[in-house]
């Protein structure tokens, strides 16, 4: 059977009245031709908008926004007591700290790793302290970005995307905070980016097993970003 015809979307078709096909999301394909069916797995081209360069330079100055927020009184307060913990637990042997993290029943050791890094290069003032939440904060702006697009929102809904991350005052504050909630947020945005190239391109799915694996040992609620795509899937 050879049939040349652009599928555009997921759905039921009719072609020339004999000839009928259904395609899921899962990009698989089922043709029915006089009561026969073929079953086969089809290229789905997802339309979307392109967003316009004015648009790119409005999401291009949010994005400058947001990280100036971040920055916005970083050193204004003192380290306070779940911060302390962070920063104690860094400064623990290798050796020790390990068993040390494993006290925390409430979070997965990867933060506290990398925040052993980063004093271990850089001391442990209280700007170089917070400059790593911060960093992962707006490391986050990428995966945001690529999900818009793999999602093809229109270039309005990119801008309110953009608008609202930059002035969340949650988001403000926990990028300053020296604990994992900036972490979390970058990971669960990768793995959702990633997951959604998964679903509609059956593209990057080793990328999202690792990120995944990542994002468990950043926060346990993690695990509910990795259940619900899971559940998706099934």
């Known amino acids: 059977l050879s049939l040349r015809y652009r599928l555009t979307c997921c759905g039921v078709h009719q072609w020339k009245n004999n000839l009928e096909f259904t395609i899921s999301r899962q990009r698989f394909a089922v043709f029915r031709i006089n009561n026969i069916s073929i079953s086969c797995k089809v ?139 900036s972490l979390l947020l970058f990971v669960s945005l990768t793995s959702i980016w990633l997951f959604s190239r998964y679903y509609f391109r059956g593209k990057s799915f080793w990328m999202l097993v690792v990120v995944n694996i990542l994002l468990v040992h950043t926060h346990y609620f993690g695990w509910f970003v990795v259940g619900s795509e899971i559940f998706l899937i099934l």
Not at 73 to 82: E, P, Q, V
Not at 104 to 115: K, N, Q, R, T
Not at 148 to 176: D, H, M, T
Request: include cysteine; glycine fraction near 6%.
């Open 43 to 181: 290229s789905c081209p997802r339309m979307g908008i392109k967003i316009t360069k004015q648009g790119k330079l409005i999401v291009a100055a949010l994005a400058v926004f947001y990280v100036l927020l971040r920055f916005w009184r970083l050193t204004d307060s003192c380290l306070w007591f779940d911060e302390i913990f962070s920063v104690h637990a860094a400064e623990h042997l290798w050796s020790e700290i390990i068993p040390f993290i494993a006290k925390d029943l409430i979070h997965p050791p990867l933060f506290y790793l990398l925040l052993k890094v980063l004093i271990l290069v850089g001391g442990d003032g209280l700007f170089w302290l917070r400059l790593l939440p911060v960093i992962f904060s707006i490391l986050a702006l990428f995966p945001l970005w690529m999900l818009c697009r793999e999602l093809k929102l229109r270039p309005s809904a990119v801008v309110v995307s953009f608008g609202l991350f930059a002035v969340n005052g949650a988001l403000i504050k926990y990028a300053q905070e020296v604990r994992m909630y």
